[in-house]
């Protein structure tokens, strides 16, 4: 491998604002190949053991030890070379029976990038990760073992798509037919935009007390919670000695906080410092935030912060006296959860908070976690058809199941706000942290998965699209 020579072009390429389209075996490269003269003269190109069109790339790039014949020793990127080079900065993952080599040369690229402080995109054509039957493969290549290769190849995207956003210096799209593309690969990608959209269903990080009551985790949890795409971030308060009766507090409790379920909640609830850094980071990134109030001496402290929005969890649904406090103190946006209650709850809600600005009321299974067969999602179907009763109602879904499907489902089904626990990392001593996905490695494509749900959903707007075409052209005015 040149290294020198690769650092030449790809300097270049970024100075000049230019792209680099890396090749895979995809039947999208197809595609591409039919218009290949117009992208090779300003961006660089990069084919990934596609040996077939050494010719026509810039450099070719692989993780196999035999190296087409005609190919110039400059244009040659071998895998090992980048690992034995860089052998501390790399952590190379295995997937089923092979390594997931895109990761080292996205890392020298960002590496590279990153002394001349050029950003610049990198598109992906041709990682289709469609199937391993010879219609995936752009040269119609038959693999062997059908079932191993379906293992490597559906692996291979979900790494993929979970690392998308990982390095700082590159940004990285997608050319396909994949839920999370960003191109459709028939497109021109010197002169096409990206596909973005406003979404209108609002994600909400429900942080609850994860934080533990330590400063660091609560400052890390909301900045995760914003790279992965979150709206708002949502935190929880009770007075913890008026909440509980003094037998439940003095009960024996395992926690690095002491020996009681006393000593265990005390620590977990916010101090007005912490409040104060919550309001005041929130603000700096550009994420809302709210707080779930179970007590009245709880709503009392946190209204003087004059919060645009509180939530009343399914915890004190039954408790008639706080329902009707917070009706006659709070005419702001509110949010009510709805586990452990049934139709009437929905019915009561929608009269009691009728003069809040907005209400969102959102489909609650309180079971951590839910099971799938108990989400029962076409309750929400039921509350969007209250909200055209009553105007302040906006249908939301408050997720403690462990699928991305539910999310998506209760999208299609009319939820406008879905609210899914968040954490950092796992511990044996936190209650329901099972039900929470980590903020860092699992809540970003849970996020992707219902971001790209809203995508798929579209408008009510039956059109035309570009991309359409006649089969049977023939058949026109016949």
């Known amino acids: 491998m040149d290294i020198n020579y690769f650092k030449k072009k790809l300097t270049k390429c970024a100075k000049n604002k230019n792209k680099v389209i890396i090749l895979g075996r995809g039947f999208s490269t197809s595609l591409f190949l039919k218009n290949i003269e117009k992208y090779k003269k300003n961006n660089l190109i990069i084919g990934f053991n596609t040996n077939e069109i050494v010719n026509l790339v810039d450099f070719h790039f692989t993780n196999k030890s035999k190296i087409p014949k005609n190919l110039l020793k400059k244009k040659l990127i071998k895998l090992n070379d980048i690992t034995d080079r860089h052998k501390k900065e790399i952590k190379l993952f295995r997937i089923g029976s092979i390594k997931f080599s895109v990761d080292p040369i996205l890392f020298l690229i960002n590496q590279i990038i990153g002394k001349i402080k050029k950003p610049i995109d990198i598109i992906f054509v041709g990682f289709d990760f469609r199937t391993s039957l010879p219609e995936g493969d752009y040269k119609k290549k038959l693999r062997r073992n059908l079932i191993q290769s379906h ?46 959209k406003n979404f209108k269903v609002k994600i909400v990080a429900e942080i609850t ?12 949890l909301i900045s ?75 709503f009392k402290r946190l209204k003087k912060y004059n ?42 809600c929608a009269k009691l908070f009728k ?20 989400a029962n999602l076409s309750v929400i179907t039921s509350i969007k058809n209250l909200s055209k009763k009553y105007k302040n109602i906006i249908p939301g879904y408050s997720s403690h199941d462990l699928t ?52 798929i ?22």
Not at 225 to 233: H, I, P, R
Not at 336 to 346: A, E
Not at 355 to 374: G, I, Q, R
Request: glycine share 4%.
């Open 224 to 298: 995760g919670a914003k790279k992965a795409g979150a709206d708002y971030v949502k935190f929880q308060m009770r007075n913890v000695e008026t909440f509980y009766p003094k037998k439940i507090l003095d009960k024996k409790y395992k926690s690095p906080f002491g020996k009681t379920f006393r000593d265990y909640r005390n620590q977990l609830e916010l101090t007005d410092d912490q409040i104060k850094l919550i309001l005041k980071l929130c603000k700096k990134l550009r994420i809302k935030p709210f707080f779930s109030v179970l007590d009245i001496k709880s």
């Open 209 to 220: 007390t994860n934080h533990h009551g330590e400063t660091k985790k609560i400052i890390d």
């Open 355 to 374: 003069n809040n600005k907005k209400l969102y009321l959102m489909h609650c299974v309180s079971s951590y976690p839910t099971l799938p067969l108990d």
């Open 404 to 455: 991305k499907t539910a999310a998506a489902m209760s999208l299609a089904l009319g939820a406008r706000i879905i609210e899914k626990h968040i954490k950092l990392s796992s511990n044996k001593w936190a209650h329901f942290d099972e039900t929470a996905l980590d903020v860092n490695y699992e809540f970003p494509s849970w996020v992707q998965y219902v971001r790209s749900s809203e995508n």
């Open 151 to 196: 293992i490597d190849i559906s692996s291979q995207r979900d790494l993929f798509f979970k690392r998308k956003n990982i390095y700082k210096n590159i940004n990285i799209l997608h050319a396909g037919f994949d839920l999370y593309s960003d191109y459709d690969p028939r497109e021109n990608f010197l002169t096409t935009k990206i596909r973005k």
């Open 307 to 348: 919060l645009d929005l509180i939530k009343i969890p399914s915890t004190i649904s039954e408790d008639a006296n706080f329902l009707k406090f917070i009706r006659n103190n709070y005419n702001g946006e509110i949010v009510v959860s709805t586990g452990m209650t049934n139709h009437n709850y929905l019915l009561k």
């Open 457 to 478: 959903l579209g408008d009510e707007i039956k059109k035309i699209y570009k991309s359409e075409h006649h089969k049977y052209s023939f058949r026109k005015n016949s």
